[in-house]
Nanobody, 121 residues
Framework: QVRLVESGGGLVQPGGSLRLSCVAS????????MGWYRQAPGKQRDMVAS???????NYADSVKGRFTVSRDSAKNTVYLQMNSLKPEDTAVYYC???????????????WGQGTQVTVSA
């Protein structure tokens, strides 16, 4: 069973910073892309940032220059450093990983349980 466990969410004032972490565990061979999505109440889940196995990153326009995604492949962990936070960044943040389980099945996406980030004065 592949599990993704997020941590680091919380309440922060506008302009503040938070760092999210997500650790993957389970019987996989390789983790390809890892990333972060978020979902605000009444809205769809949107991609925030992703990082490939080779380290190529991709960001939503709304977070470019403020958020930084990184990974430690040896620890099966992906991070999201969030700076200059705005009230509109308030959402549940979900970790995503594209995982290679075996040579007999295609890579599969897994999700964490989500961590709440609230930006408010």
């Amino acid at each position: 069973q592949v599990r993704l466990v997020e941590s680091g969410g919380g309440l922060v004032q506008p302009g503040g910073s938070l760092r999210l972490s997500c650790v993957a565990s389970g019987p996989f061979r390789v983790i390809y892309d890892m990333g972060w999505y978020r979902q605000a109440p009444g809205k769809q889940r949107d991609m925030v940032a992703s990082i490939s196995w080779g380290g190529r990153t991709n960001y939503a326009d709304s977070v470019k220059g403020r958020f930084t995604v990184s990974r430690d492949s040896a620890k099966n962990t992906v991070y999201l450093q969030m700076n200059s936070l705005k009230p509109e960044d308030t959402a549940v943040y979900y970790c995503n990983a594209n995982v290679d389980l075996s040579a007999f099945v295609p890579p599969t996406d897994y999700w964490g349980q989500g961590t709440q980030v609230t930006v408010s004065a």
